[in-house]
């Protein structure tokens, strides 16, 4: 969507601080793909393979997530955290291009 704005030339129509926005939350959207992306390739080759084995693969004695999966967790802290600034920034960019409409 954002490649064909740009080709198409509809961001002649915005303003500098605008296109700014809309440049942001792009960059933002694809680093959420890439971050889901990265942690479905993660979990098909770590995880799915481990799924019958026991909890003792996971944790280790002090009921601690093992390091060999952390990542899982902190992938999912991280695209969490990416969602929410997406959400964010789509409020903020819808905002402005409404005020924008109006004037």
Do not use: H
């Amino acid at each position: 969507m954002w490649q064909a704005t740009l080709e198409s030339g509809a961001l002649d129509i915005f303003d500098v601080a605008t296109v700014y926005e809309i440049s942001q939350f792009y960059n933002e959207l694809n680093a959420g793909f890439e971050q889901i992306a990265q942690l479905r390739q993660l979990s098909e080759t770590v995880l799915i393979p481990e799924l019958g084995s026991s909890s003792d693969e996971f944790y280790d004695s002090a009921n601690q997530l093992k390091p060999k999966y952390r990542w899982y967790r902190d992938g999912l802290y991280r695209l969490s955290r990416l969602a929410a600034s997406i959400t964010a920034q789509g409020d903020s960019l819808v905002s402005a291009l409404s005020a924008d409409g109006r004037q």
